[in-house]
Nanobody
Framework: QVQLVESGGGLVQAGGSLRLSCAAS????????MGWFRQAPGKEREFVAA????????TYADSVKGRFTISRDNAKNTVSLQMNSLKPEDTAAYYC????????????????????WGQGTQVTVSS
C-alpha cells in the first residue's frame, strides 16, 4: 500500500508560480512511477505530467508544456510540480498518483493505470 500526501496549493494571481509537493510512504519510492493530474469542477480528471521511476524521463500535457516541471527526489520520497506562468484555466484540484513499475524509464499518462492517489490540493489562479 502507498500513501500519498500533496501540499503546496493555494491562491495565486495569473502569471504567478506555485510549487506542489507529494510525499509518498508505504512502499519503496524508487519502484514507483509518478504522475500529476488535475480536475476542475464539472470536468474529467486530466493528465498534467508524469515522471519515470528513474526520474530520467518526463512527459507533459500540451496545455502545461513549457510552464510546468515535474521532478522527484528518491532520497526524500517526494515528487514535485513546479508551476510557472499560471493561468486562470489552471485552476483545479491537483492530485498526485503512483503506480509500481518494473521499467525504470516508462511513463504513464492515463489515469486508469495508476493504483494510488492522494487526496488532492486546490490551486486557484485569479485573473
Amino acid at each position: 500500500q502507498v500513501q500519498l500526501v500533496e501540499s503546496g496549493g493555494g491562491l495565486v494571481q495569473a502569471g504567478g508560480s506555485l510549487r506542489l509537493s507529494c510525499a509518498a510512504s508505504g512502499r519503496t519510492f524508487s519502484s514507483l512511477a509518478m504522475g500529476w493530474f488535475r480536475q476542475a469542477p464539472g470536468k474529467e480528471r486530466e493528465f498534467v505530467a508524469a515522471i519515470s521511476v528513474s526520474g530520467g524521463s518526463t512527459t507533459y500535457a500540451d496545455s502545461v508544456k513549457g510552464r510546468f516541471t515535474i521532478s522527484r527526489d528518491n532520497a526524500k520520497n517526494t515528487v514535485s510540480l513546479q508551476m510557472n506562468s499560471l493561468k486562470p484555466e489552471d485552476t483545479a484540484a491537483y492530485y498526485c498518483a503512483a503506480r509500481t513499475s518494473s521499467f525504470r524509464g516508462s511513463l504513464y499518462s492515463t489515469k486508469n493505470v495508476y493504483n494510488y492517489w492522494g487526496q488532492g490540493t486546490q490551486v486557484t489562479v485569479s485573473s
